[in-house]
């Protein structure tokens, strides 16, 4: 993760300053406009895509959009954010690479389309006031350094603390109290109930730690390939459901669009792909 985190992350912080993502954020404007947003949204909207949250809502923040396009903006996000570096990671607990992308793609774009036809219009209702914000190349650079050296460290503390507890939930029997507990909220999404810790490792801390616990759990054999591409399959759309939900909640995202519009995605997807497999 640390490898995967520190090359791709710097291979876009030269991408943004070579102006690459912004070019590309502009070849999108028509696509945006179909789903109720400006064109120069597509810059936040990718930022997080080949980045992560925080700067796309630093980039959310410069920009006159009204509450009811920055809860649509915010699912978008949500749903298909870090995508180079959670790909990767979920590719190591063996679910395709390209359907994990098609996926949260699929599900950024169907769930903006079904939002801009069902939340109702707002008078304009701006988040900040615009300010563009040109950074030098040693700016840049600095900038990249602090944010992946906070990153990495964030990283290894919390990938070896869940380590850790996990060892002590299933020495004391927790796990299984944990499985019973949510095996009704599990059985409405269609995950089998011994998912249950890494569902919530998913839905509390992201996408990126709970595939780091999974993927020493399948190579342990401790859950099966089957039921970890299941849970890939949810968390794909649906995790980090407390300080990513909590990020643009404090910008003027809706909570409830955030969470039942993913949620209801992630259970459908599961559901069809368990459907599939059993007419394989």
Same mark, same amino acid.
Request: glycine share 6%; aromatic share 8%.
């Given at each position: +993760?640390?490898?995967?985190?520190?090359?791709?992350? $710097?291979?876009?912080?030269?991408?943004?300053?070579?102006?690459? &993502?912004?070019?590309?954020?502009?070849?999108?404007? =028509?696509?945006?406009?179909?789903?109720?947003?400006?064109?120069?949204?597509?810059?936040?909207?990718?930022?997080?895509?080949?980045?992560?949250?925080?700067? $796309?809502?630093?980039?959310?923040?410069?920009?006159?959009?009204?509450?009811?396009?920055?809860?649509?903006?915010?699912?978008?996000?949500?749903?298909?954010?870090?995508?180079?570096?959670?790909?990767?990671?979920?590719?190591?607990?063996?679910?395709?690479?390209?359907?994990?992308? $098609?996926?949260?793609?699929?599900?950024?774009?169907?769930?903006?389309?079904?939002?801009?036809?069902?939340?109702?219009? /707002? =008078?304009?209702?701006?988040?900040?006031?615009?300010? =563009?914000?040109?950074?030098?190349?040693? /700016?840049?650079? &600095?900038?990249? +350094?602090?944010?992946?050296?906070?990153?990495?460290?964030?990283?290894?503390?919390?990938?070896?603390?869940?380590?850790?507890?996990?060892?002590? +939930?299933?020495?004391?029997?927790?796990?299984?109290?944990?499985?019973?507990?949510?095996? =009704?909220?599990?059985?409405?999404?269609?995950?089998?109930?011994?998912?249950?810790?890494?569902? &919530?490792?998913?839905?509390?801390?992201?996408?990126?730690?709970?595939?780091?616990?999974?993927?020493?759990?399948?190579?342990?054999?401790?859950?099966?390939?089957?039921?970890?591409?299941?849970?890939?399959?949810?968390?794909?759309?649906?995790?980090?459901?407390?300080?990513?939900?909590?990020?643009?909640?404090?910008?003027?995202?809706?909570?409830?669009? +955030?969470?039942?519009?993913?949620?209801?995605?992630?259970?459908?997807?599961?559901? &069809?792909?368990?459907?599939?497999?059993?007419?394989?």
């Amino acid at each position: +993760m640390a490898k995967l985190t520190v090359v791709v992350s $710097a291979s876009i912080a030269v991408l943004q300053y070579a102006g690459v &993502i912004t070019w590309l954020a502009e070849k999108l404007h =028509p696509l945006f406009g179909v789903i109720g947003l400006p064109g120069e949204s597509a810059l936040i909207y990718l930022t997080a895509y080949f980045v992560n949250l925080y700067p $796309a809502v630093a980039a959310l923040v410069t920009l006159d959009l009204d509450l009811r396009a920055v809860s649509i903006m915010a699912v978008m996000c949500l749903c298909s954010h870090n995508m180079i570096i959670e790909t990767a990671i979920q590719k190591k607990c063996g679910s395709s690479a390209v359907q994990m992308v $098609a996926l949260r793609t699929g599900a950024a774009l169907v769930s903006a389309f079904l939002l801009n036809l069902i939340l109702p219009a /707002e =008078p304009a209702a701006s988040a900040v006031a615009r300010v =563009p914000v040109s950074l030098s190349l040693k /700016e840049t650079a &600095i900038n990249w +350094m602090v944010s992946t050296s906070i990153l990495l460290v964030k990283m290894g503390t919390i990938i070896f603390s869940l380590n850790v507890l996990q060892k002590v +939930m299933v020495e004391f029997g927790i796990i299984r109290v944990l499985s019973k507990l949510f095996r =009704p909220v599990l059985k409405i999404f269609g995950l089998p109930a011994g998912t249950s810790f890494l569902w &919530i490792v998913a839905n509390t801390l992201g996408l990126a730690y709970g595939a780091a616990v999974m993927t020493e759990e399948t190579e342990q054999g401790k859950i099966s390939k089957k039921d970890a591409d299941l849970l890939n399959y949810h968390i794909a759309i649906s995790h980090s459901n407390l300080e990513d939900v909590l990020l643009f909640f404090s910008v003027g995202a809706n909570l409830w669009c +955030m969470l039942l519009t993913r949620w209801a995605l992630a259970a459908g997807v599961v559901w &069809i792909r368990r459907f599939f497999r059993r007419c394989a």
